[in-house]
């Protein structure tokens, strides 16, 4: 399913937070998000989730426009893995997960065989199966980012969208997250500060600076010296990866 | 792009020492429900015994069921009828309501603003609603609405206390939840503070009575007239609440979250906070306010049950009934023949359970 940002634009207090966003991410592409700090991306995913309505502009999935979509009905389609994990109740595990089956349920119906083979299937996927009984308030902030990740794909959407899904990862889970996301067969948008993680999981990058887009493409043509040099005031040398040729981003501490 | 690597997590574990052991299942359920009901029946027979003349609960049992069947009762046993079926028998059942509604309610609203420490008595919700009562009580007004018109004055306070601390505390549409507490507490002492300016200034010579009535509650004044009222509310409010119980839980996890699983936490929060204050004005109208029941039955029922809403639901309006039984009962007959504020005991018995429970390791109480 192909997912479309037009002319979004977010104003709020006067702030102009996204200006004139329009980005393109193709059926089963990983497209990343990369920007500095307040850039705009949070605020650009959040209208695709819908937790937040542009100003102008439209989201679009399949060319139809979000808004006229019911919240519940686009839930279905598109699941979000979000930065607010913080949670006073303490639910368990597999109590979190199933929540994601939340758009395809009606009232309170306990969730059938079916369903509960897709939680299995997601927490053995992220590795979580061993917490399935412990209470979310006890994980660790890696651990945490599983369940979320785990929760959104079961919630079978045809796009995922992720917020910096690999805070708190260490080295082994953020690289089997992201080759997660490549092998899911979904449409991704994936906001992610690690440069080099970006380039070598997505498809195509945008760059983000001050709400506006002003780069997008392939990681080797948008990741260039210049380019870091601009938007993020960081002097770095690009070297091709020995194995996969994806470019990879080498800095040097001294200004 | 290598595979993801094979799973290598072992099969589920047992719990381990350190979880905290909870009924998971089904059946778990439907037994904790049942037994409270029994402990119910059985704790509101035993109470509407207890009193200044004492019944024994076999006799209790037998004029109840007079009652209800329209049986027959000997002449000298005409006394004792009367205070078992018009003063004590409203007063218990009475209280078994507010019980189950107050707990109810605190499930919901520490579910709907996502703080731990949120009920309705916390928020200000209750000192709204005794205002609005108090306000109706003494000026008079609402007539339009007969005898239900405290009812519907403290609905009114309860729906307005709710909509200011709630608009009071969000920013950009951000709910803070310390914001929030703050905001609440502050609102309460606020409304209670009107509430007694108002008593103080009607012609009133029980001015300090009515007061206590109002912050700390009783159930002095229940009649089998005002019953039918609260019944309704209080049910009607813990069934919705009870079908409630998904987006509740989607809700608990945080607005974008609640947006990405296709719950609107506006419109949810919105129509949750109207029936809240619904209920919450009505118990009030009839009890005054009553700290402590809704704060920490969703915690106690919580730690057997979970975190999941429709368990929750299930079973605390049962627990808070209970509970609300004996709390009554001690507050009638431990000083007889005067009475003790209903808010003394529940703070006697609220304050140690509380504490207790956020010092225990193995819950989690609003993080870490």
Redesign the interface.
Known sequence: MNLELDGLSVV??GKSLVRDLSLDVGSGQVVGLVGPNGSGKSTAL?CV???LKPSSGTVKVDGQELSSL???????L???M???????????VE??IA??R??H?R??T?LNGHERDLCEHAM??L????L????I??LSGGERQRVLLAR?LV?EPKILVLDEPTNHLDVRHQV?LL??L??AGLTVLVVLHDLNLAA?ACDRIGVLSEGRLINSGTPKDVLTPELVDEVFGVRASVVPHPL?GDPQLLYSLDS | ?????P???????A?TAE??V?T?S?TGLVAICASLFAALVVSVVVAIGLGPAVVPPAETARFLWAALSGGQISADEVTTYQIIWQIRTPRVLLAALVGAGLSAVGVAI??LV???LADPFVLGVSSGASVGAVGVTVMGGLAVFGIYAVSVGAFLGALVASLLVYGASST?GALS?LRLVLTGVAMSLGFQAVMSVIIYFAPSSEATSMVLYWTMGSFGAASWGSLPVVAAAVLVGVLVL??Y??PL??L??????A??????PDRHRKSLLVLVSLVTGVMVAVSGSIAFVGLVMPHLV?MVV???H?RVLAVAPLAGAVFMVWVDLVSRTLVAPRELPLGVITALVGVPVFITLMRRKS??F???
Not at chain 1, 70 to 76: G, N, V, Y
Not at chain 1, 84 to 91: E, K, N, S, T
């Open positions: 709020t207090d959040r989730y819908r937790a019911t919240m519940r009905r686009s839930a279905q598109i699941a979000a979000t930065q607010d994990g913080a949670v006073d109740l303490d639910f368990t109590e979190v929540l994601g939340t758009p349920q009232g309170s306990p053995r996927r590795d979580i199966l061993h399935a009984r412990r209470g308030l006890t959104a919630q089997r080759s997660l490549r092998g070598a996969t | 792009m290598s595979p993801p690597a799973p290598e997590a072992p099969q589920r574990p719990p979880e905290p909870r998971g089904r520490q579910a996502r703080n731990a950009k939840p009870h079908r119980g998904r839980d989607v608990a996890l945080g607005d974008e979250t947006a990405s699983l296709g719950i609107s919580r979970g975190a999941t429709a819950y989690m609003g993080g870490r």
